[in-house]
């Protein structure tokens, strides 16, 4: 167990709908990630929060946003969703900003997109 | 835009073989990190290697930093199907927003007992 905590675990929905995905981090780390993985591409980063701030951004869609909110949580906020955002989405934390930081994963939520 | 490139990108290997992934990058990189899948799983770290040249052994998984810090390998001795998983390598590039890591495609290792 990371310490990460993410839910829900899986969530279906259908095409057009919008979705939230919520990450706690390990606690004492301030910094939050997320990540998109599928099949064909990997694991790729979408976005980093530092202690409510946005820090650093990846491949992340228009239709995709995130925030973390004063008690460090963090959510990523999926619209107008298509069959080709089904994928496993994680989120990862670490204690810092940059440099050395090890981070850690949370179990994943399952999005399946009918 | 920054890339690390890992090969292979699949290995099936007899338990007791060896088995090794390798991770390149175009740009020199402050660090790299590597992290093992399970099957269904999270990927959970394994190592941090920060200085040219290095190496690092956990057990029967040895770990190397290219001189120039743009690429990396993972070697593991004598394969166990409990090594089985997906091993990706992340790096972080010099220079400009050090903030997030490049992960590989990562290698899926399959083990037949």
């Known amino acids: 167990d990371s310490g990460v905590t993410q839910t829900p675990k899986h969530l279906i929905t259908a095409t057009g709908q919008r979705v939230t995905l919520r990450c706690s981090p390990r606690s004492g780390d301030l910094s939050v990630y997320w990540y998109q993985q599928s099949l064909d591409q990997g694991l790729q980063f979408l976005i980093q929060?530092?202690?409510?701030?946005?820090?650093a951004k990846g491949n992340i869609l228009e239709r995709f946003s995130a925030q973390q909110f004063p008690d460090l949580h963090s959510e990523l906020n999926l619209s107008s969703l298509e069959l080709g955002d089904s994928a496993l989405y994680f989120c990862?934390?670490?204690?810092?900003?940059?440099?050395?930081?090890?981070?850690?994963f949370g179990p994943g939520t399952r999005l399946t997109v009918l | 835009g920054q890339q690390v490139m890992q090969i292979p990108q699949y290995q099936h290997v007899q338990e007791g073989e060896d088995f090794t992934t390798y991770c390149n990058s175009s740009?020199?990189?402050?660090?790299i990190q590597w992290y093992k899948q399970r099957p269904g799983g999270h990927p959970v770290f394994l190592i941090q290697?920060?200085?040219?040249?290095e190496v690092k052994k956990q057990k029967r998984l040895t770990f190397q930093f290219g001189e120039a810090k743009k690429n990396s390998s993972l070697h593991i001795t004598a394969t166990q199907t409990t090594d089985v998983g997906t091993y990706f390598c992340a790096g972080r590039h010099s220079g400009g927003s050090n903030y997030k890591l490049t992960f590989g495609k990562g290698t899926l290792l399959t083990v037949n007992p």
């Open positions: 290697l920060v200085k040219s040249g």
């Open positions: 929060y530092y202690n409510g701030e946005e820090r």
């Open positions: 990862a934390s670490s204690v810092g900003l940059v440099g050395a930081d090890t981070q850690y």
């Open positions: 740009t020199t990189l402050s660090n």
